[in-house]
């Protein structure tokens, strides 16, 4: 005889309130690792799940990979056994909550790649029972817990509301950021019905300190879009402004602080050498994907994903023409890029447009080298670079080009010792100098 919607609902409240829920977090990065955390933190018991059996054992002897998950931090919950992490599925069965955090990559045809989430589903699906919540958190398009995830999950005999609950909730995590993180960032989350958003608020609110319960899944999922989509745009905006200025000799960068000092209805973005990292130039392709099925063309994003992608272009040009009135080819030139990163102060080099600009001077037959204190090695287009000693390298260099603007670049050295540079980022702002050529 099965125990009634209410009952199910009830024995799940319970479990969460009094921390005795066995909480599953499947994927274990940048996302999953500091969620686990947190419920771990919490006082509840956690499982983390991932497919890579080296990050499994590397967790397990309390030794972390993720920069915003401290050592010190993990090593105490690993030993008092209220973390463990297991590539085995099926303790999927012993569980009462499952976290999906798994990746969302683009295919090379700008289409989404849900291979991470099928896969998890499926293996999720093995092992299901009645009375869990699972909350998917990957960045996805609206529809995908509706439309994909639960019909992996409801069957004849459990009924999602009634004898399981299914949500979705965006990750908001930042890496590196000083002064947000997973237990302060306020956490959107929606169900599929309202029982499924309650259980789901109820969740969150054990560990973290700011719940934003939503009325569904797909409004929750479009709350991430909106969120990144808003970013990609307007980088697109000021990237397109940059263009603008460039051909009418005006200072973008005078123009945009002095905007900036409306104390309303205004907020700043930055030119830059384009748009990397694996959410703002992934995301919203996410969202224009599915509503071409709809029948809209979402138009901002295409543009803007246009005008971002020219970007290096832009600055291999803007460097050809540096060169140019120094008389010299980019051919045979030696070049030498100031960061590669996507963004400063970070080791990634996902869709880092240092790599396209990198390839496109190298097309062009100059000899790039780079310097960048978080990321030793790149390897790209079938061959590798290594990051090189960056004070012999910018003396010697016919063109220094800052692409990423670490805050431990002696740019007074460089300016003092290259000679000539292009900024892509404004890092010389302070220094004025006819062989600073400027975005
Ligand atoms: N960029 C510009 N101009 C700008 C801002 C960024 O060219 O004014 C470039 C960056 O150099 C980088 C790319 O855009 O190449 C993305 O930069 P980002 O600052 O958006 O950093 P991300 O990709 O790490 O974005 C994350 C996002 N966080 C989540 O999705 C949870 C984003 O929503 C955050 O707003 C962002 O971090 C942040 O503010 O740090």
Redesign the pocket.
Known sequence: MQTSAATVAEILAEKITNRTARVGIIGLGYVGLPLAMAFAKAGFSVIGIDVQESKVAQLNRGESYIQDVPGDILRPLVESKKFQATTDFSVVGTLDTINIAVPTPLRKTKDPDMSFIVSACQETAKHFGPGKLVILES?TYPGTTDELVLPMLETPRMKVGEQFFLCFSP?????G?PNFNTLNIPKVVGGITPACTKLGALFYSQALENVVPVSSTSVAEMV?LL??TF??I??GL??EMALMCDRMGINVWEVIDAAATKPFGFM??????????????I?PFYLSWKTKQAGIEARFIELAGYINGQMPHFVVDKIQNALNEHRKPVKGSHIHILGVA???E?DDVR???ALDIILLLERRGARVTYSDPYVPKIRLDGHELFSEDGGAMVAEADCVVVV?DHASFDYAGIAASAKLIVDTRNAFKNHASAKIVRL
């Open positions: 960045t990750e908001r995590v930042d890496p950021n991430k969120e990144n970013r990609m307007n980088i000021v990237n700043p973005f930055y030119p830059g050498p384009g748009l990397g990292g694996h959410c703002i130039p995301d996507y963004k400063r970070i869709e880092s447009p990423t």
